[in-house]
């Protein structure tokens, strides 16, 4: 079944203890689509700058990603972030950003993309993720990402977005931020009473917790990675992935939200490997199930 993402599409430059990675592509859009297209067509919605060093249609060409909702603004400059991790990566510190394209109206929605049943709302300003979602007919399943200074300086925003959602993936510092709660568990509870069904708690290395407003729960280590050299990307590989095993399978229930989740947890962990996309172009669906396979037999007890 059809699955629409929208967010940003970047020029990154990363720093790590295993190196530096100079202006490679980077973005939720792009990281999010590698991801869903080794298990359904993505509809993809994105904007750049005549800046952009990237050709997305050469990047996607072997995968089943329609770019129809990507514009190329002339008179803009394409999103930049630089960032960098220390010690054991567990978190991002942004060194310089320039939102450029991002700080501007959101794309259209093509009308092809308008039928779209499964969506997700990349981390960007709420705002905008509540209008884009406006030109959009009623989804089966929608999800969203939210960050920090999203909480912190547009609530209001993010609440009247988290009532039209379905689905809110965030990280455990953005989850205690937004529940005004340390406890994960309280503060998943929390998230839904907000209005999503379902909230999805990201922990990194640590792996997930997952609840629903039916009082279901489910909890799944990290995968056990040998190898980290850039961290960036993984929570939207994660979504990615997550979202497109929904789409793939066209349902929603607790059962098929747990094999999503360890999708995600897959996917994210072939991310982390290398720089930029190299860890998610490197691979194809058989190194995906065959790591599954290891990841179920690590937490059958």
């Given amino acids: 079944m059809s699955l629409l993402v929208t967010g940003s599409i970047g020029i990154d430059t990363v720093k790590t203890p295993f190196g530096v990675s100079e202006n490679c592509l ?22 750049v700058g005549a800046d952009c060093p990237f050709d997305l249609a050469e990047v996607f060409a072997d995968r089943d990603v329609d770019l129809t909702g990507l514009e190329v603004r002339t008179q803009s400059k394409t999103f930049r972030w630089a960032g960098s991790y220390q010690g054991a990566m567990n ?10 394209v991002l700080a501007e109206e959101p794309p259209t929605v093509p009308d092809e993309y308008k039928d779209s049943k499964f969506i997700f709302l990349a981390n960007t300003a709420p705002a905008l993720q509540c209008q884009l979602l406006e030109q959009i007919e009623a989804g ?11 909480i912190q300086n547009h609530i209001d925003d993010l609440k009247r977005l988290l009532k039209k959602i379905d689905c809110l993936i965030i990280n455990e ?11 994960l568990i309280t503060a998943a509870k929390a998230i839904l009473g907000m209005g999503p069904a379902v909230a ?32 960036t990307g993984a929570g939207d590989s994660f979504a990615g992935a997550f979202m497109g095993y929904l789409a793939q399978h ?11 989740i360890a999708y995600g947890t897959v996917v994210a962990s072939f991310t982390i490997a290398d720089f930029s996309l190299t860890g998610l172009t490197s691979i194809n669906k058989n190194d995906i199930d065959n790591r599954l396979g290891t990841l179920r037999k690590l937490t059958r007890f």
Avoid: H
């Avoid at 689509?33 to 509809?43: D, E, H, L, Q």
């Avoid at 510092?173 to 406890?183: C, G, P, T, V, W």
């Avoid at 009082?215 to 995968?223: M, R, S």
């Fill in 91 to 100: 978190e991002a510190i942004t060194d310089k950003v320039e939102l450029n």
């Fill in 200 to 231: 999805v708690i990201k922990k990194g290395e640590s792996g997930s917790v997952m609840c629903s407003a039916d009082g279901e729960q489910f909890v799944l280590p990290g995968f056990p990675a040998d190898e980290v050299k850039d961290p």
């Fill in 140 to 150: 089966a399943f929608v999800a969203a990402d939210t960050m920090n200074c999203w």
């Fill in 26 to 47: 980077g973005g939720s859009a792009v990281y999010f689509s590698m991801a869903a297209s080794f298990f359904c067509a993505v509809r993809f919605i994105g904007a």
């Fill in 250 to 260: 066209s349902r929603t229930d607790f059962e098929s939200l747990k094999q999503a």
């Fill in 173 to 183: 510092d953005e989850a205690r931020m937004l529940a005004n709660d340390s406890n």
